[in-house]
C-alpha cells in the first residue's frame, strides 16, 4: 500500500517567518488555495483512488485536506488524528526564526540540522523520540487498516514533523533526517510498503513541479 504525505498549505505565519509548532495557528495564505488545487489537479491526473484521508486537527492542515478532497470531487473521510500535528515547540510557538536564532542559537541548529543533538526542555518543546514515536503509531494503526496491494491513503501533516516520520520510516537515523533538506508548503511525498509497514520505499520525495512557480526558503521547513 501507499502512503501520500502532503505538507499543508503556505499561512501567514510561515510567510513572517514565524514557529506555528503544535499549537500556534495562522489561516493560510489566498494563494495557498490555488496550490491546493494545483495539487488536486497533480493527483487527478494519476487516478489514484483513496481509502482515506488523514489529518492533523490544527486549522492550517485540516483546511488543507478538506479543500484538497473537494477539490478531487471525491468523498473519501476525512479522518482528524493528534498523532501527526506539528512538533510542540513550546515557547518558540509564535516567537520569529531571527528572534528564536538569538535566544536558542545552540538549540535552532540542532533542530534545522543536527537533530540528534536537540533539547528542547529549555523552551518546553518535545524532541524527536517522542514526536516520531506517535507518528509512527499511527502509520501502524494505517497499515494494518489498508492492507492491500492497491490501496492508497493521504496524510496531511506538517513540514518538520513529515519530515521526521517520513525518514525514520525509510530507516534514516534521527541524525540523518534533515540531510536532504525540509519539506516545502503543499509539498508530496510518497512511499510505499509491501511488508505490512516493516520496511517503506520512496517514490517520490517532496514534488513541487505542479506548482509551477519559483520554491523560496520561506517555502521550505
Same mark, same amino acid.
Given at each position: 500500500?501507499? #502512503?501520500? =504525505?502532503?505538507?499543508? %498549505? ?6 513572517? &517567518? ?21 495539487? *488536486?489537479?497533480?493527483?487527478?491526473? $494519476?487516478?489514484? $483512488? =483513496? $481509502?482515506?484521508?488523514? *489529518?492533523?486537527?490544527?486549522? /492550517? *492542515? #485540516? ?23 506539528? =512538533? !510542540?515547540? %513550546?515557547?518558540?510557538? %509564535? ?29 518546553? &518543546?518535545? !524532541? =524527536?523520540?517522542?514526536?516520531?514515536? /506517535?507518528?509512527?503509531? +499511527?502509520? !501502524? ?23 521526521? +516520520?517520513?525518514?525514520? #520510516? ?10 536532504? &533538506?525540509?519539506?516545502? !508548503?503543499?509539498? +508530496? ?6 511488508? %505490512? ?25
Amino acid at each position: 500500500m501507499k #502512503l501520500y =504525505f502532503v505538507r499543508h %498549505g503556505k499561512t501567514k505565519w510561515n510567510l513572517e &517567518g514565524r514557529y506555528q509548532g503544535g499549537s500556534g495557528n495562522s489561516p493560510l495564505l489566498p494563494e495557498s488555495y490555488e496550490d491546493i488545487k494545483k495539487l *488536486a489537479d497533480y493527483l487527478d491526473s $494519476k487516478q489514484i $483512488k =483513496f $481509502k482515506a484521508f488523514y *489529518a492533523s486537527p490544527l486549522q /492550517r *492542515a #485540516l483546511t488543507t485536506a478538506v479543500m484538497l478532497r473537494n477539490d478531487m470531487g471525491i468523498s473519501v473521510p476525512v479522518i482528524v488524528d493528534e498523532r501527526i500535528k506539528e =512538533f !510542540n515547540l %513550546g515557547d518558540l510557538e %509564535g516567537m520569529k526564526f531571527v528572534d528564536a536564532e538569538k535566544q536558542y542559537p545552540a538549540q535552532i541548529k540542532a533542530f534545522r540540522y543536527e537533530p540528534d543533538r536537540y533539547d528542547p526542555s529549555t523552551f518546553h &518543546g518535545e !524532541n =524527536f523520540d517522542h514526536m516520531i514515536a /506517535r507518528g509512527k503509531d +499511527l502509520i !501502524n494503526d494505517i497499515v494494518k487498516r489498508y492492507p492491500n496491494k492497491d490501496d492508497n491513503v493521504l496524510l496531511v501533516s506538517h513540514g518538520a514533523a513529515l519530515c521526521a +516520520l517520513t525518514r525514520t #520510516l525509510e530507516g534514516y537515523s534521527i541524525a540523518d533526517i534533515r540531510k536532504r &533538506g525540509g519539506l516545502t !508548503n503543499t509539498s +508530496l511525498t510518497v512511499l510505499e510498503t509491501d511488508d %505490512g509497514g516493516k520496511t517503506f520505499q520512496e517514490k517520490l520525495w517532496n514534488e513541487t513541479s505542479y506548482l509551477d512557480r519559483k520554491i523560496t526558503s520561506r517555502d521550505t521547513i
